[in-house]
């Protein structure tokens, strides 16, 4: 049986406020396989955003352990995390996140770069794959020069031309309409095939449908876990 790539035990991130003990995200402990798709919703407060913080090394848990792999990258320090993640992980921001005095193009390669690639080879890997996601004739274009579809076009791309072992997406489709949203999470998932494993926090009840598994938070705890 293969090994999860994902393991999550008994998951606690706490606060204290007004003498009294809360907890964002309260004993959550699940598995995930290599290539799997996974939606994590719930309504406001739930505790899904905190949750994705803590599986990509963004938070430190008050107790518990994220591992990805053999590594539980609850227990890193920051210098040895960001090494962590910058080999295995790639992330997917609502708001896009790209660097607006940098071309689709550079933006891309970014990641290869803090990987050691040359600069020539990474350029033309990112160049690869910018016309993987449709962005062929944009690549010398900044962000603020394309729509909000092709900015999160950009960003998808991003996360995967370094070929992550994992890949968490906040809110993907969040500042997109319906129409740029269903694009975006096809491509998504067209680029899962590849190999890459998908955490996927969205409001989106269509989007957590295209998901494989969906987790459903309420109040810090797992409320209910399917799969399709």
């Known amino acids: 049986m293969n090994k999860p790539i994902l393991k999550v035990t008994d998951l606690s991130v706490g606060f204290h406020q007004d003498g009294k003990d809360f907890y964002a995200v ?7 396989n290599k290539g ?25 848990p008050t107790r518990g352990a994220v591992y990805i792999g053999k590594n539980n990258i609850s227990k890193f320090g920051e210098d040895r995390l960001a090494a962590f993640r910058q080999r295995n992980i790639g992330f997917i921001f609502q708001s896009y996140n790209l660097m607006t005095s940098h071309t689709a193009l550079e933006n891309v390669a970014m990641p290869l770069m803090f ?37 999160q076009r950009v960003g998808i791309a991003r996360a995967f ?3 992550p072992k994992i890949i968490f ?42 998901a ?8 810090g705890n797992i409320l209910t876990e399917s799969r399709k």
């Open 115 to 151: 990987r050691g690639v040359p600069k020539a080879k990474r350029e033309k890997i990112a160049a690869q794959m910018l016309r993987e996601v449709g962005l062929e004739k944009r690549m010398h274009h900044r962000p603020n020069q394309m729509s909000g579809g092709q900015q």
């Open 212 to 219: 494989g598994r969906l987790i459903r938070m309420m109040d």
């Open 26 to 32: 309260n004993d959550v402990s699940f598995e995930l």
């Open 169 to 210: 997406a906040d809110e993907p489709t969040g500042n997109l309409d319906s129409v740029n949203g269903n694009e975006v999470m096809n491509l998504l998932l067209e680029l899962n095939k590849e190999g890459s494993t998908v955490v996927m926090v969205t409001h989106s009840e269509e989007n957590a449908r295209m």
């Open 161 to 163: 031309v370094a070929s």
């Open 36 to 60: 799997e798709v996974l939606g994590i919703v719930g309504e406001s407060g739930s505790g899904k955003s905190t949750l994705l913080n803590q599986l990509a090394g963004l938070e430190k």
